[in-house]
């Protein structure tokens, strides 16, 4: 029986992880981040791969930093056949990438060499992407960098947000792998090398990249609130109060107004002005401190002083 160590860390790599433990393969180890404190009160909270591998009580390692750790002599101690990573979140070593008989491989949410980094389904949303994918490959010391053994597409639609692709594409790695396993092991696969020449990164997602621009276009505001719900949140600040924007329309009435201003507002829509002369509609929003809420409550609450003219920074 080929006997495996999964590395992974959020909810992302759970279904993987469950789909190789339902197999004919053997997990012989699990290997996740460190707990880490959650919310305000900062509970000490196990990551959702070390939830899954405790149920069906698989022994877990969780090292700060992988590279020279004990926890690194243990993997090589258990002599996997095979590595198989999903959004882990550390290098790996040449030392351990090279123990596996069957090598390391790595489950990776996006169509490489496009959107290599710890941010691929964000940067997919974010730049207006039609299509994303999964793609396994083999693990080198750079990052996503490795011979691409298999890949499979899906359609990015209207509805889909972070959290929404995050789901879809999980499912579809799960599947991919599955169905890639038995001709790895079996010796019928042959690595394609990635096209160095069409490389995107997609580093993790900076504070201050959150900000709306309004001097963007309103389809480009669209991609970058739906490429950050519902983490980390795209925001705006009016009156130095910052505001975030869980939702918005591109409308396509078009305004000479200068960007970011308010164009016109009932009780039950608020219209802005941005870039290119287009404008959009915000549709759920959270004020600081408040819960969020769509447009007509906040309307009807903390936002009914506002007045067209006035201009969200």
Same mark, same amino acid.
């Given at each position: 029986?080929?006997?495996?160590?999964?590395?992974?860390?959020?909810?992302?790599?759970?279904?993987?992880?469950?789909?190789?433990?339902?197999?004919?393969?053997?997990?012989?180890?699990?290997?996740?981040?460190?707990?880490?404190?959650?919310?305000? =009160?900062?509970?000490? &909270?196990?990551? #959702?791969?070390? +939830?899954?591998? %405790?149920?069906?009580?698989?022994?877990?390692?969780?090292?700060?930093?992988?590279?020279?750790?004990?926890?690194?002599?243990?993997?090589?101690?258990?002599?996997?056949?095979?590595?198989?990573?999903?959004?882990?979140?550390?290098?790996?070593?040449?030392?351990?990438?090279?123990?596996?008989?069957?090598?390391?491989?790595?489950?990776?949410?996006?169509?490489?060499?496009?959107?290599?980094?710890?941010?691929?389904?964000?940067?997919?949303?974010?730049?207006?992407?039609?299509?994303?994918?999964?793609?396994?490959?083999?693990?080198?010391?750079?990052?996503?960098?490795?011979?691409?053994?298999?890949?499979?597409?899906?359609t990015i639609t209207r509805e889909d947000d972070v959290g929404t692709l995050f789901d879809r594409l999980s499912l579809l790695g799960r599947d991919l792998l599955i169905d890639t396993l038995p001709e790895?092991? =079996?010796?019928?696969? &042959?690595?394609? #090398?990635?096209? +160095?020449?069409? %490389?995107?990164?997609?580093?993790?997602i900076k504070r201050e990249e959150e900000k709306i621009n309004w001097q963007k276009s309103a389809q480009e505001i669209d991609y970058q609130v739906r490429g950050m719900r519902p983490w980390p949140g795209a925001y705006t600040e009016l009156d130095g109060k910052r505001i975030k924007i869980h939702a918005v329309t591109p409308l396509e009435e078009t305004t000479d107004k200068e960007p970011g201003t308010i164009v016109a507002l009932d009780k039950n829509q608020l219209i802005i002005a941005c870039g290119d002369q287009t404008t959009l509609t915000i549709d759920v929003l959270q004020p600081s401190g408040k819960k969020q809420m769509d447009t007509p409550a906040y309307l009807s609450g903390v936002g009914n002083q506002l007045r067209v003219g006035e201009k969200f920074d």
């Open positions: 029986m080929t006997k495996i160590v999964f590395m992974g860390t959020p909810a992302f790599s759970v279904p993987i992880l469950e789909a190789l433990i339902s197999s004919e393969y053997e997990v012989i180890g699990v290997v996740t981040q460190p707990d880490r404190p959650v919310g305000r =009160k900062k509970i000490l &909270t196990p990551s #959702p791969v070390k +939830e899954a591998a %405790v149920k069906h009580e698989i022994p877990v390692l969780q090292p700060e930093k992988i590279s020279g750790s004990k926890e690194m002599e243990q993997i090589i101690e258990w002599q996997p056949d095979l590595i198989v990573t999903a959004a882990f979140g550390q290098f790996l070593p040449t030392k351990l990438l090279d123990v596996p008989t069957f090598g390391a491989i790595n489950v990776h949410a996006s169509l490489l060499p496009k959107y290599r980094g710890g941010a691929p389904v964000h940067y997919a949303l974010i730049k207006g992407e039609k299509e994303t994918g999964i793609s396994i490959i083999y693990m080198e010391k750079k990052m996503d960098a490795g011979d691409i053994l298999a890949q499979r597409s899906l790895l092991l =079996k010796g019928n696969i &042959t690595a394609v #090398p990635q096209n +160095e020449e069409k %490389v995107t990164f997609s580093p993790n």
